[in-house]
C-alpha cells in the first residue's frame, strides 16, 4: 500500500487544520489506518486510527476531544480533522496502514508537518 499525507502547514495556537492520507495499491488487504507523530528529539507517538470496515476509531489522550479521525472508503482516504492545536501538537504527522497479514502497521507514509504558533 502507498500513502500520501498531505494538508500540513503553519496555524496559530488554537487553530484548526485536516490531514489527508490516500492510500493506493493493495488497499483490500488494509485493516486499519492511522496517524502518528513525531516533535523534533522525541520518539514517534500514536495519535489516532480507524478501523476501515465499521469505522471504530481510538485516540491517544493528548488528542481525545481535539482531534477526529475519519475515513472515505470509496475515495480510500483517510482524515485527521484537528482542532484547539496547541504549540505541543507542533511535529512531522505521518499516517499509517495496516494489512490483514501484520500484527503492526506495514506501510508508512512520507509525512506532513504541523507546525503550531503560540
Known amino acids: 500500500v502507498q500513502l500520501q499525507a498531505s494538508g500540513g502547514g503553519l496555524v496559530q495556537a488554537g487553530g484548526s487544520l485536516r490531514l489527508s492520507c490516500a492510500a493506493s495499491?493493495?488497499?483490500?488487504?488494509?485493516?486499519?489506518m492511522g496517524w502518528f507523530r513525531q516533535a523534533p528529539g522525541k520518539e514517534r507517538e500514536f495519535v489516532a486510527a480507524?478501523?476501515?470496515?465499521?469505522?471504530?476509531?481510538s485516540y491517544a489522550g493528548s488528542a481525545k476531544g481535539r482531534f477526529t479521525i475519519s475515513r472515505d472508503n470509496a475515495r480510500n482516504t483517510v482524515y485527521l480533522q484537528m482542532n484547539s492545536l496547541k504549540p505541543e501538537d507542533t511535529a512531522i504527522y505521518y499516517c499509517?496502514?495496516?494489512?490483514?497479514?501484520?500484527?503492526?502497521?506495514?506501510?508508512w507514509g512520507q509525512g506532513t508537518q504541523v507546525t503550531v504558533s503560540s
Open positions: 499509517a496502514a495496516r494489512s490483514e497479514y501484520s500484527a503492526n502497521y506495514d506501510s
Open positions: 480507524v478501523t476501515w470496515i465499521g469505522g471504530r476509531t
Open positions: 495499491g493493495r488497499t483490500y488487504s488494509t485493516t486499519d
